[in-house]
């Protein structure tokens, strides 16, 4: 139940900023799955939250199209995400990583561009292998 709730909410809102033409890109636990998905589907681990990479400038537009999916826009210590209405917990929200942007001030390399994504079979717009790799090679490097 608890997957099938994250499934229907990444669903909402990728198609509710796609209807708003808002760039973005899944990151974080989502699209690792996506990824594990097109060569071994039976390895797919999931998480119960959503990690979307966007623009700091298209903010007010993924605001409006959150609000047409049932999303609230919060920032919480920092963090911005979007809460479900109908569950407003922050550790199942859609948390917002900012394009182009340093995730945290000692981290050495920004978050990749929402231009540095590809389409995996399922038509969400994932962040590139190579973009990602860049981003998680520098956080392990802390």
């Not at 959150?66 to 809460?83: I, N, P, R, T």
């Not at 922050?90 to 942007?101: F, K, S």
């Not at 973009?131 to 520098?138: N, T």
Request: glycine fraction near 8%.
């Amino acid at each position: 139940m608890a997957l099938d709730d994250v499934t229907a909410r990444l669903q909402r809102i990728c198609r509710a900023l796609g209807d708003a033409s808002v760039p973005f890109a899944l990151v974080g636990g989502q699209a690792v799955a996506l990824w594990v998905a097109t060569t071994d589907p039976a390895a797919v681990r999931t998480t119960k939250d959503v990690d979307l990479l966007l623009r700091r400038q298209d903010l007010a537009k993924a605001r409006a199209a959150a609000v047409s999916a049932g999303m609230d826009y919060f920032e919480v210590m920092g963090v911005g995400m979007f809460l479900d209405r109908e569950d407003p917990n922050p550790r199942h929200a859609v948390h917002l990583i900012w394009a182009g942007e340093k995730v945290r001030p000692e981290y050495e390399l920004p978050s990749p561009t929402v231009d540095d994504r590809q389409e995996l079979s399922l038509g969400l717009p994932v962040v590139s292998l190579p973009g990602r790799l860049m981003v998680l090679l520098d956080e392990l490097g802390r």
